[in-house]
């Protein structure tokens, strides 16, 4: 069965940092540019950072332009998200999305 498979969050104090991994499973995620998104409770879907199959263009929302990166290796059919300088208003269940696929998200809270 293809499928998306997120992890890597957890609480994190303010100013801290995670790194988030969606691993593919079933298809070859490698075909696809990959999107992050992420709902916070109560809120709608943010769409918060994408990359291309190759790796080489990526883009960011300007909630976490300069304290996010997305990267892939393709090799490990894998994408990340790492963050930085967490807030809390980055508190949200973070997804990733390839070819119409979506995983069960992961969860990240930023709290003291």
């Known amino acids: 069965e293809a499928q998306l498979v997120e992890s890597g969050g957890g609480l994190v104090q303010p100013g801290g940092s995670l790194t988030l991994s969606c691993a593919a499973s079933?298809?070859?995620?490698?075909?696809?540019?990959v999107t992050w998104v992420r709902q916070a409770p109560g809120k709608g879907l943010e769409r918060v950072s994408g990359i291309d199959s190759g790796g080489t263009s990526t883009w960011y929302s300007g909630s976490v332009k300069g304290r996010f990166t997305t990267s892939r290796d393709n090799a490990k059919n894998t994408v990340y998200l790492q963050m930085n300088s967490l807030q809390p208003e980055d508190t949200a269940m973070y997804y990733c999305s390839a070819d119409a696929k979506r995983g069960q998200g992961t969860q990240v809270t930023v709290s003291s």
């Open positions: 079933g298809f070859t995620l490698s075909t696809y540019g």
